[in-house]
């Protein structure tokens, strides 16, 4: 089992950056694929960015494809989301998720555990 934390979220103007962390605990940090979902208000929960457990592969939603980039440091169980250029359609708490699997995937039903998510708010 593992246990999500993100941080990292806040106010920022368009144009701008923030890196979003998303702690994990566990001691097999390195077995799991993970994931960033955003959801905005009024909205359904949507696919952002995920990368597997070796890093070697990742996968980005055509929205914020050449803006984001997910990574991960499993010496530190911490999985990042650099996110530059943002707009206001960025809006949006963003969520942390995990599934036990070499595999990273793009629908949120695949992730078994979720961090309770950090508000990303990108005014124009």
């Known amino acids: 089992q593992v246990q999500l934390v993100e941080s990292g979220g806040g106010l920022v103007q368009a144009g701008g950056s923030l890196r979003l962390s998303c702690a994990a605990s566990g001691r097999t940090f390195s077995r799991y694929a993970m994931a960033w979902f955003r959801q905005a208000p009024g909205k359904e929960r949507e696919f952002v960015a995920a990368?597997?457990?070796?890093?070697?592969?990742?996968y980005y939603a055509d929205s914020v494809k050449g803006r984001f980039t997910i990574s991960r440091d499993n010496a530190k169980n911490t999985v990042y989301l650099q996110m530059n250029s943002l707009k206001s359609e960025d809006t949006a708490v963003y969520y942390c998720?995990?599934?036990?699997?070499?595999?990273?995937?793009?629908?949120?039903?695949?992730?078994?555990?979720w961090g309770r998510g950090t508000e990303v708010t990108v005014a124009s």
């Open positions: 990368i597997n457990w070796s890093s070697l592969n990742t």
């Open positions: 998720a995990a599934r036990e699997s070499e595999y990273a995937r793009r629908e949120f039903v695949d992730y078994r555990y």
